[in-house]
């Protein structure tokens, strides 16, 4: 299978640089896979699980938005944030989901929505991490 470039930058650090044989994106208008030579094409990501495929492994990482780009280059992944699931502290991101939902409360109007857009890709997130093909 041929490889190509992929780098996956958060503001924090840069997280992921190397040849791999398929990136899946979580997408805003859904998710999309990336192998070599896809066409050019720049998308916004939504909070979830990206899923770096090399040589057979599979490597999941949660991101939480950015931008993807795909070029002659490869794919560069301009997350707001990211971190591998091998570093996730599932409690404290348990913990994020409720203070999210007892911030419900105080929203209102278009902040409100944005809100439940965003907890709701927070759970998705959760429920992928507790599902058995995670593991």
């Keep these: 299978m041929a490889t190509f470039h992929f780098d996956l930058v958060s503001p924090e650090k840069f997280v992921f640089s190397g040849e791999v044989d398929q990136v899946d994106v979580p997408g805003v208008e859904g998710d999309f896979g990336v192998l070599a030579g896809h066409a050019p094409v720049v998308a916004a990501i939504r909070p979830g699980i990206l899923t770096v ?4 492994t599979h490597q999941k990482i949660i991101v939480l938005g950015g931008l993807a780009e795909v070029s002659d280059k490869g794919l560069t992944v ?21 203070d999210m939902e007892a911030k419900l409360n105080e929203t209102e109007g278009s902040e409100l929505d944005r809100a439940i857009e965003r907890l709701d890709h927070f759970k998705s997130i959760q429920n992928q991490l507790t599902s058995t093909a995670m593991h």
């Excluded at 495929?53 to 057979?56: E, V």
């Design 78 to 98: 301009l997350a707001d944030a990211a971190i591998s699931l091998d570093e996730l502290d599932r409690a404290q991101f348990a913990d994020t989901i409720s």
């Design 53 to 56: 495929t090399t040589g057979g």
